[in-house]
C-alpha cells in the first residue's frame, strides 16, 4: 500500500509507519489518536502552502485572497485532491462507507500532509500539495469571486438580508436534468436554467446583478 500512494503523491517516506498511521482513519480506535495529530498539523500546512502560493500568485486585494484561500482549502477541494490521488482505495476506517464520505477523505488528505511534513518537512509538503492542488488552482479561472457570493454581499451590505433562490421545475431526465430557478432582491427578479441546480442558481445571480446595474 505505501508505496503505491508514495508514487502517486510523489514523495518516498522515509518512516513507512508515518503513511501508514495517516492513512488509518480515527474511527479505528487504535489509530485514532495519531491521525488525528496529522490532520490538525497538516490542516495547518496546507494553510500557509496555499496562502503562500496565492500571495506570490495572484496581485489581488485581501478579500479576494480570503475568498480563493477559502475555496483552495475547504474539504471540497481536499476531497477532491484526495480522489485524484486515490487515497479512497487504500485508505482504512472501521466501516467501508466512510471511504467515501467527503470529511472523511478531506481529513484524510490532511492527515497524509501533516505525515509527509513530519516525514520530510515543509518544502516536501510543499511540492505534494502544490502537485496535487493543481488542477483547483488552474480551474479557479474567477479570482473576482463567484456571482452568488457577491449577490450576497450586495445584499447583506445593503439590506442585511440574503437572496432568494426558489426553484421552479426540474425537468428532463434523472442523469440529465435541466433545473430552472428564480432569485429575488426585494422587487427585482430573475429565472435562469442549468443542468443542476448549483449552475442554474450562478447564472441566475450573474443575470440579476446585470439587471441591477452590477458588472459580473
Known sequence: MTNEIEE???????????????????????????????????????GIVV???????FNVEEG???????????????????LKIGLDKYLVTASS?????????ADTMESVIGAVFVDGGYEASKMIILRGWD?????????????????QELCQRKTGATPQYDVI???????????????????ESVTATGSSRKKA???AARLLLEKIGIPT
Open 97 to 105: 462507507s466512510l471511504a467515501t464520505n467527503e470529511t472523511v477523505l
Open 8 to 46: 502517486r503523491i510523489g514523495y518516498s517516506f522515509k518512516s513507512k509507519a508515518l503513511l501508514e498511521s495517516a492513512m488509518h482513519h480515527s474511527s479505528i480506535k487504535k489509530y485514532a489518536l495519531q491521525f488525528e495529530r496529522l490532520e490538525f498539523l497538516g490542516d495547518r500546512v496546507l
Open 64 to 82: 479576494v485572497m480570503s475568498r480563493m484561500f477559502s475555496a483552495f482549502v475547504c474539504a471540497s477541494s481536499c476531497k477532491d485532491v484526495a
Open 135 to 151: 488542477e483547483i488552482f488552474k480551474g479557479y479561472d474567477d479570482i473576482n469571486y463567484d456571482p452568488k457570493t457577491k449577490l
Open 201 to 203: 442558481e450562478t447564472l
Open 169 to 187: 421545475s426540474i425537468t428532463g431526465l434523472d442523469h440529465c436534468p435541466i433545473v430552472t430557478v428564480s432569485v429575488a432582491i426585494g422587487s
Open 51 to 57: 496562502a503562500e502560493y496565492i500571495f506570490s500568485t
